[in-house]
């Protein structure tokens, strides 16, 4: 079955010090992985996605399809980063579009 | 571009009454899938509609159901509401199954 963890549901460093959000999948095949952020009082909207292997807003996130993990790293976290983070994945075939979230983790970043 | 837009932002029913949450997706999108997000959850996927039909849907019961209408928009509508649909309900649309959704702000629909 597919399945999306999430081991933390909150999240708390220092401006500048490095920060990582883990997440961990099962799905029986090759999915595609997402990483969607939600601020405060605005929509949930797309991160990154591992197929592109893009940096967006100094993150990165790497699949591990031997771990099943798809962590979300950013080298120095700035307090403009505060928000819930969503790791997702969507399956191919009779499934592609179709996300499976994780219950997200709320990351604090202090000053 | 308003983006994906939904309505009614919030919503109070009563256990048993009928409710129906409407959608239009992002200007040149064809597929809209809905989520419910419960309090401290992910967003749970509920069906997804493409050319009218229904394509996907999740795990939810029959009183759950949608439509496409042929300008892409589409409803939700939840009958015999219960305590337990008290949640948030997004709306995604994207440009058919494989492209990035983006996701509406959400109808908050308590049942009490």
């Known amino acids: 079955a597919q399945r999306v963890t999430q081991p933390e549901k909150l999240l708390s460093v220092f401006k500048g010090a490095p920060v990582e959000l883990k997440c961990n999948y099962s799905?029986?095949?090759?999915?595609?992985l997402f990483w969607y952020v939600q601020y405060s009082r605005q929509r949930l909207q797309l991160l990154l996605r591992?197929?592109s292997r893009e940096s967006i807003k100094g993150f990165t996130a790497d699949l591990n399809k031997g771990e099943t993990s798809f962590h979300l790293k950013k080298p120095f976290a700035q307090e403009e980063d505060s928000a819930m983070y969503y790791c997702?994945?969507?399956?191919?075939?009779?499934?592609?579009?179709?996300?499976?979230f994780g219950r997200g983790t709320q990351l604090t970043v202090w000053p | 571009d308003a983006g994906v837009t939904q309505s009614p932002t919030h919503l109070i029913k009563t256990r048993g009454q009928q409710v129906t949450l409407r959608c239009s997706p992002k200007?040149?999108?064809?597929?809209v899938s809905w989520y419910q997000q419960a309090l401290g959850q992910g967003p749970q996927f509920i069906f997804q509609?493409?050319?009218?039909?229904?394509?996907q849907r999740g795990n939810f019961p029959d009183r759950f159901s949608g439509h496409q209408f042929p300008n892409y928009s589409s409803e939700l509508n939840v009958n015999a509401l219960l305590l337990g649909d008290s949640a948030l309900y997004l709306c995604?649309?994207?440009?058919?199954?494989?492209?990035?959704?983006?996701f509406g702000q959400g109808t908050r629909l308590t049942v009490v």
């Open positions: 995604a649309s994207s440009l058919e199954s494989r492209f990035e959704a983006f």
């Open positions: 799905y029986s095949g090759s999915p595609e």
């Open positions: 591992h197929i």
């Open positions: 997702a994945l969507s399956g191919r075939g009779s499934t592609l579009g179709r996300l499976y």
């Open positions: 200007s040149g999108h064809d597929t």
């Open positions: 509609y493409y050319e009218e039909e229904e394509r």
